[in-house]
């Protein structure tokens, strides 16, 4: 058995060369909520010292909110910030002869996406319109990921190691107690019933039905590299690989 960790790098918090060795791929932030052209070229060289899969983190473009906002910008204006975002990374890699294995939204409009058809379609659109064989990566049963795979583009199901979960598996508002998980074992059993169970224990103590090939561990979390060392050596004791 295998799973992927994910880590969104880039953003600032100073500790994406020491959570490197504990992830299989990585989500650089491409300027929109943080980053530059100095942030993404330090992390893809990092990524490639450790073999790490490189994906591009876009958002909407609003670095005073960190992306956690949604803004009233419109359709047009939104896919080409989207697009504008991967290429930036992607003209970096190319430099440094690497390639883009996916591309992951970042907060509001990730969750906008999951739930909002308009917000699903936009992203959607820009990532079709880059032409690239990347993977997407979303969450399960969520509107964009069934747009996404109608348009033949490759996903995978992404779950949140240092989140609570909703019962229709929304993630729970930052601004409510409890939403975002700190303790290494409480997170390790609730990612390892979503890989082995495919269950998530919800904030209502119910268990739903999820699908995961991906875990995410935020990487602003301010116990993020605790959490994906415990994660890594947890995981690879009980023989399900990090890939």
Same mark, same amino acid.
């Given at each position: 058995? =295998?799973?992927d960790?994910?880590?969104d790098?880039?953003?600032?918090?100073?500790?994406?060369e020491?959570?490197m060795?504990?992830?299989? #791929?990585?989500?650089i932030?491409?300027?929109?909520h943080a980053?530059?052209?100095?942030?993404?070229?330090?992390?893809?060289?990092?990524?490639?010292?450790?073999?790490?899969?490189?994906?591009a983190?876009?958002?909407?473009?609003?670095?005073v909110?960190?992306?956690?906002?949604?803004?009233?910008i419109?359709s047009?204006?939104?896919?080409t910030?989207?697009?504008?975002q991967?290429?930036?990374?992607?003209?970096?890699?190319?430099?440094?002869?690497?390639?883009?294995?996916h591309i992951?939204?970042?907060?509001a409009?990730?969750?906008?996406?999951?739930?909002?058809?308009?917000?699903?379609?936009?992203?959607v659109?820009?990532?079709?319109n880059?032409?690239?064989d990347?993977?997407l990566?979303?969450?399960?049963k969520s509107i964009?990921a069934?747009?996404a =795979?109608s348009?033949?583009i490759?996903?995978?199901y992404?779950?949140?190691?240092?989140?609570a979960y909703e019962?229709?598996?929304?993630l729970?508002?930052?601004a409510?107690?409890?939403?975002v998980?700190?303790?290494?074992?409480v997170?390790y059993?609730?990612?390892?019933?979503m890989i082995?169970?495919q269950?998530?224990?919800?904030?209502?103590?119910?268990?739903? =039905?999820?699908i995961v090939?991906?875990?995410?561990v935020?990487?602003?979390?301010?116990?993020?590299?605790g959490i994906?060392?415990y994660?890594f050596?947890?995981?690879?004791a009980?023989?399900? #690989?990090?890939?």
């Open positions: 058995m =295998e799973i960790i994910n880590c790098l880039g953003e600032g918090m100073d500790n994406d020491a959570i060795p504990y992830i299989s #791929s990585c989500n932030a491409c300027g929109a980053g530059d052209s100095a942030t993404m070229s330090k992390t893809i060289t990092l990524a490639k010292k450790h073999h790490v899969k490189i994906g983190h876009p958002s909407y473009p609003d670095r909110n960190f992306g956690r906002k949604v803004l009233d419109s047009s204006e939104l896919i910030s989207i697009q504008d991967v290429m930036s990374l992607k003209t970096l890699l190319a430099k440094s002869d690497n390639t883009l294995n992951k939204p970042h907060g409009l990730y969750n906008e996406a999951a739930i909002n058809k308009e917000v699903a379609s936009i992203v659109t820009a990532v079709k880059l032409e690239d990347v993977q990566y979303v969450p399960y964009i069934a747009l =795979e348009e033949g490759q996903i995978k992404e779950g949140f190691a240092d989140r019962d229709d598996l929304q729970v508002s930052r409510l107690n409890g939403s998980l700190h303790d290494p074992e997170i059993q609730h990612v390892v019933r082995n169970d269950q998530v224990a919800t904030i209502s103590g119910n268990l739903k =039905e999820i090939d991906t875990i995410c935020h990487g602003d979390n301010p116990n993020a590299l994906v060392k994660l050596e947890k995981l690879t009980e023989g399900i #690989s990090i890939k």
